[in-house]
């Protein structure tokens, strides 16, 4: 039987307890891009360093999510992942304190994906919008998704547990055996959500491939597309 696809998220419940970022710790976290013939593309790229998050008092789920959509996993939930054989990602390590509790939080790794499924197929409604990309300083720009259950092109998918669909780099996309081990070990923190049942958007600018994947990886899969 063909493999399911899934994307995970943030649960509801764990909506309440997303981390912040340490600001005071993230200063200079990240190139800045300036365009050569428009001064409204300026933003930023690739960041530089690791994460410096701030964690709600209390128990930490097994999955933590970031206002930024960065997904974290407590060591334990890390070492199910790869006992499990799960392909598709590397991990940074994250610093990380509670917002009063002077209590050291648990250990926790941010999940960076390295799995490929090309980009979003056309029937899906996601397509390059060229006319508010910019070739100068490679913004890029792409029409929203409409119709979900058209969206990964199968031919694409690299055979990966944990996948990108371009150019949606912040969908943490899964396959139905990753769907499973959440299930079976009651993972906490974490929402499955089916490939159809995916919101409508308005449109995409995921910066570049590089800003997401490491700079190897990027190379070897954007450069032939022109989103390296």
Known sequence: MAPLFWRIGHSWNSQRRLAEWDHEKMEHWCEIITCPI?????????????????LQDGAVEDFVWTWYSECLVQERTLELLRSN???????KPVNSRFVDSAKNPPKLWEIVLTGWAGLARPESGIQ?????SCSACGHLRYTGLQNPEELIDRSAWDGSDFFMVWPMPRYLF????????????????VQITAISELKKTD???PGRLRYCMPDERARQ???PLGIS
């Open 38 to 54: 428009d001064s409204g593309h300026q933003h930023s790229g690739k960041r530089l360093i690791n994460l410096n998050v701030v």
């Open 85 to 91: 054989g799960f392909t598709g990602f590397e991990v």
């Open 128 to 132: 390059l919008d060229g006319r508010r």
């Open 174 to 189: 899964i396959t139905e055996r990753v769907r499973d081990a959440i299930l079976d070990n009651h993972l906490s923190g």
């Open 203 to 205: 449109g995409f600018s």
């Open 221 to 223: 899969l954007g450069e």
